[in-house]
């Protein structure tokens, strides 16, 4: 009965699916490793160390050169993800049961490597820091979030800039606890977690007509991620370049952010959604 209820529900299906793509191999990012990587051509090594131990803001990189970093990154995660999808599309309809789960978590998997590889370019803290391999409930509500402006949501955007503008104004390295899992974000979170729980049933039946013919399926599979992935891709480094995080103002601090504005309700949360917040995926805004 438990399993029943976690598939009929949007938002835990979607939370079950946050979670298992957090688990692949190669999915989590290693944020001192990637940001050498990503900024060796651009950086000098006192930058590079800089961001590291601060912010890529605060080491005074430009935006146009983290801008360059991140179409690097993107460029670079399509095309593994596209590769992937059509070799996971190539066993048709006879493996359509095992296949279509599969792919689809690998999907959101990679998703999740390019929302931590553009948080990290623009400023954003270390989302898997701690010793446990189990996600924190605000990394898993960031990352949500993330997800979400991907798929076009504007309550997504709204509440990305409001967690990045508690960090902003406290110069902290963390993400504020309290406002993703109780308090101001964390309706928002929920809503946002149910509308891609909704929409993982769209992309798994057009996942699975791409594979009902084996090797057709494994071009219009790749194809189908392609035309997703890119475009998501983009909207997220749209957004998060946008925000004030990534102004090289203050240094950081390794400390707590302090919830300071009143807590969003759930019936709050209601009326933002209804009122056009959430868009469905067919008509996408742009952050």
């Known amino acids: 009965m438990a399993t029943s209820k976690v598939i009929e529900n949007p ?12 688990s692949l191999p190669g999915v989590r990012i290693d944020r001192e490793a990637y ?6 051509r651009f950086c000098s090594e006192d930058e590079i160390r800089r961001a ?17 970093a991140a179409d690097d990154s993107i460029r670079y995660e399509t095309a593994k993800a596209s590769a992937l999808s059509a070799a996971a599309g190539i066993p048709g309809l006879l493996f359509l049961p095992a296949t279509v789960p599969a792919d689809v978590a690998q999907y959101f ?72 899992t109780q308090g101001v974000i964390y ?7 149910g ?28 194809g189908l991620t392609l035309a997703t992935y890119l475009p998501m891709a983009k909207r997220l480094k749209k957004h998060l370049s946008s925000l004030e995080l990534t102004k090289p103002t203050h240094r950081t601090a390794d400390v707590e952010v302090e919830e300071v504005d009143e807590p969003l309700t759930s019936d709050h949360a209601e009326r933002y959604v209804a009122d056009g917040a959430v868009v469905d995926l067919e008509s996408p805004r742009s952050s």
């Open 11 to 22: 938002e835990l299906r979607f939370s079950a699916l946050l979670v298992r793509a957090a």
């Open 35 to 40: 940001l050498r990587q990503a900024l060796a």
């Open 52 to 68: 590291i131990d601060e912010t890529p803001a605060a080491a005074g990189i430009p935006l146009e050169v983290l801008d360059r």
């Open 109 to 180: 998997g990679h998703m999740l490597r390019i929302a931590q590889k553009l948080a990290y370019l623009y400023s954003w803290p270390d989302l898997f820091s701690g010793d446990s391999d189990d996600l924190d409930d605000a990394t898993k509500g960031v990352l949500t979030l993330f997800i979400g402006v991907m798929f076009g949501t504007q309550s997504a955007n709204a509440a990305v800039g409001k967690v990045a503008g508690m960090m902003s104004k406290q110069v902290a390295k963390k993400l504020p606890q309290k406002a993703l």
């Open 187 to 193: 309706p928002i979170v929920k809503k946002v977690a």
């Open 195 to 222: 509308y891609l729980g909704a929409q993982m049933t769209k992309q798994t039946f057009a996942k699975s007509v791409s594979k009902a013919i084996p090797v057709v399926g494994a071009v219009v599979s790749g």
